[in-house]
């Protein structure tokens, strides 16, 4: 049971991945007024996501080969948190920027993680199995980033509405921590 758990939780954090990926696109004229900039400062402060994104999947996943996938996605669900609390509290383009920047690096380890899980706890006949339910959880967290996240926007302001996403971050880590193993490795 433990697997499946370590492996659902890689999973969720993967789809958490997505929904903050796509949440610039609903919260646009909210982070115009709020930052009073212009759509192209927009699209550069979402970007700053994929800044982090990008630079760390190698790293991250070399890290995880070294060190195993729990502590790497239990510090990722928590790094997470915290870019999502400054990004929702920040008073300007440049602190929400680097908000931006601490998700997109700390989600960089969800995938990885996930197929990590898979590729240590299951037969290796199960890992394409798992690797594809993971990608469709992103997908999945992709859409649920657009019209529900539009109405949490609505219901609550754009900021309120990302410190319940920072509150997510901490939930994977918390759930990395206590689901995830790490494999142990022989001497040879």
């Known amino acids: 049971m433990l697997p499946w758990l370590g ?63 729990r502590r790497l996605m239990a510090l990722a669900g928590f790094v997470c948190a915290g870019g999502g609390v400054l990004f929702a509290t920040s008073s300007g383009s440049a602190a929400a920027s680097l908000g931006r920047f601490l998700i997109g690096g700390s989600v960089a380890v969800s995938l990885v993680g996930a197929m990590a899980v898979a590729g240590q706890w299951f037969p290796a006949n199960r890992f394409a199995l798992l690797s594809g339910l993971a990608m469709m959880m992103g997908m999945a967290g992709g859409v649920f980033g657009q019209a529900p996240l539009r109405i949490a926007v609505e219901a609550l302001d754009w900021r309120r509405a990302m410190l319940v996403l920072a509150a997510g971050g901490a939930v994977i880590g918390l759930a990395a921590w206590a689901f995830v193993r790490d494999k142990r490795r022989g001497s040879g």
Request: proline share 5%.
């Open 7 to 69: 492996w659902l939780t890689g999973a969720l954090f993967f789809f958490y991945a997505w929904v903050l990926r796509v949440a610039p696109s609903v919260m646009v004229e909210d982070l115009m007024r709020e930052f009073a900039v212009g759509a192209a400062a927009i699209g550069n402060l979402s970007a700053f996501y994929f800044y982090g994104y990008a630079g760390l999947q190698i790293p991250l996943g070399m890290m995880i080969d070294r060190f195993g996938p």
